[in-house]
């Protein structure tokens, strides 16, 4: 039987934090979630949710939720680079529903993030600091105390059976209390912008993710309709983390031109930052999401995996004697598996990147596999069942 009751402290209230909570109160446990920010903040852009997510969301109960603020695209069209023509695809839509259980959706980042929040907000077991200014953290033998400097000015004290740190790409747990690595800066920036939906309406299909390929560059779009607007991101190399002015690809092409205009100066540095560390836990502090192995996004499966991750550590936490026992477990469950998807996200990157001629031969690839090869090839990605594992 779980070991209802006992109380966890998460550091970050973003997408890894706030599922592991919701997946932690489902067993009666009591979770204290430490937030830097003051407040949810819009902050990001468009998210695809893959069905090895979605299935967890699903469980939590937000499929309703869910759907309400997303698009389930049709395909995903690859533009190559320069091109007029027609695009490669790769289909989406019910075919993913029928493969894999859960659908393949586009949101925005800030819809998923507040309607994990109102999840939250409706268990009295989850309680969400915000603005926490420090905290830090003693393991002990019978789990760890907190002292947290608030908001306010005030401090407190708080006993845990376990610290877990979802506190992002740059997580002050994972270098502070686990001694592991800074993330590393591996010189690209995706660029993300924002434009209304009838701006582009000509240049990207209104149900269906589109990618253009360019030589150093790729461009993704797909509409977000719940908000009428089409997020746009544009990955390219840069030398600096904090590039200025607007990015100029060259060999656009017409079509990826004309959205590259609509967002006019509305483009936002992200730089991509990646992590790789195989210490996950010390003692009864862990690590989840991006603070244990940020990745580029380049397969969109960074959310993803901070989500399985949250689903699987969930009911180690509880049902195991000792947390140490319960990270140990979770990482020897995890690790394995976060690394094929970073590797095969870098490797994306240098593939949609290739410069004539060898672009030609990743397109004539692409085309002679199909519509349908992805669902093979990524079949070990979307089909796992995170809550299936343990
Ligand atoms: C351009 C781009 C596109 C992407 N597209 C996709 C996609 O399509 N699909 C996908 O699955 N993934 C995608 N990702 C990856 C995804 O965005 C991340 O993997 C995911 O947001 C990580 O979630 P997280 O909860 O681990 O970290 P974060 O979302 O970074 O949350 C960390 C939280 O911790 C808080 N925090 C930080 N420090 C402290 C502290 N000291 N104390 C308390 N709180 C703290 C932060 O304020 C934040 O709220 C993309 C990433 C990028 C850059």
Known sequence: MPATG???IIAGAGIAGMTLALALAKFGANILVLERSPHMHEFGAGLQISPNARHCLDRLGLSAALDAVSLEPEALDLYPQG????????ELGAIMRERFGAPYAVMHRADLADLLYKACRRFAN??????????DVVSHARGVTVAIDEADGQSRTSRAHAFIGADGVHSPTR??????????????????????LDLVSGQIAPDRVSVFFGA??????????????????????????EPQGQPR???????????????GSGWTPWPLFTVETSIWHRSNIGLIGDAAHAMVPFQAQGAA????????????????????????????????????????????????????????????????????????????IYDYKADAIS
């Open 175 to 196: 270098r502070g209390m686990l001694a592991g690595p800074e993330a590393h800066f591996g010189n690209r920036i995706a660029w993300r912008a924002l434009v209304p």
């Open 6 to 8: 006992r109380n966890y």
């Open 126 to 135: 989850i309680d969400i600091l915000f603005g926490v200014r420090h905290w």
């Open 249 to 263: 690809p060259s060999g656009t092409g017409a079509r990826a031109g004309a959205i590259l205009t609509a967002a």
């Open 216 to 241: 150093g560059f790729h461009l993704v779009c797909y509409p977000l309709p719940s908000r009428r607007q089409a997020n746009l991101a544009l990955f390219m190399p840069a030398a600096t983390q």
């Open 305 to 380: 995996m901070g989500i399985e991750d949250a689903t699987i550590l969930a009911p180690l936490l509880v049902e195991t004697k000792g947390a140490e026992d319960a990270f140990a477990r979770y990482a020897a469950l995890r690790q394995a598996r976060v690394k094929r998807v970073a590797a095969l996200s870098a490797q994306n990157g240098r593939i949609f990147h290739l410069p004539w001629p060898l672009s030609l031969a990743r397109d004539a690839t692409i085309s002679a596999q199909g519509p349908r090869a992805h669902l093979r090839r990524l079949n070990w």
């Open 83 to 90: 091109s007029q023509s027609t695009p490669m695809s790769m």
